[in-house]
Nanobody, 119 residues
């Protein structure tokens, strides 16, 4: 399974961005993680593709939205009210456990897309 993430860029604090992740095959659970320099990979959001169940990390609740449009093998991450602390490489991943936000539980990973938020 190949995942392709896109949509990153350089924006100012308060701006919005939408990331996309397309997979070569359908997946049960889709997730976004991010990793800033010198920090561990952090869970951002996940989505149960069939159920529509969503879960968000505490730092992005109320600002980010993960979504999909059936039957596309594509998931989106709408990021609003961006903050400088959102600066990171964002990775999409797919797995089978909607209850997990741990990177080790996700099998396939995209290459990452850089999001930089300036003040």
């Amino acid at each position: 399974v190949q995942l392709q993430a896109s949509g990153g860029g350089l924006v100012q604090a308060g701006d919005s961005l939408r990331l996309s992740c397309t997979a070569s095959q359908p997946a049960y659970v889709w997730a976004w993680f991010r990793q800033a320099p010198g920090k561990e990979r952090e869970f951002v959001a996940r989505l149960g593709y069939n159920s529509g169940t969503t879960v968000y990390g505490d730092s992005v609740k109320g600002r980010f939205t993960i979504s999909r449009v059936k039957p596309e093998n594509t998931v989106y991450l709408q990021m609003n009210s961006l903050k400088t602390e959102d600066t990171a490489v964002y990775y999409c991943a797919t797995g089978n456990n909607i209850w997990s936000g741990q990177p080790r539980d996700y099998v396939y990973w995209g290459q990452g897309t850089q999001v930089t938020v300036s003040s």
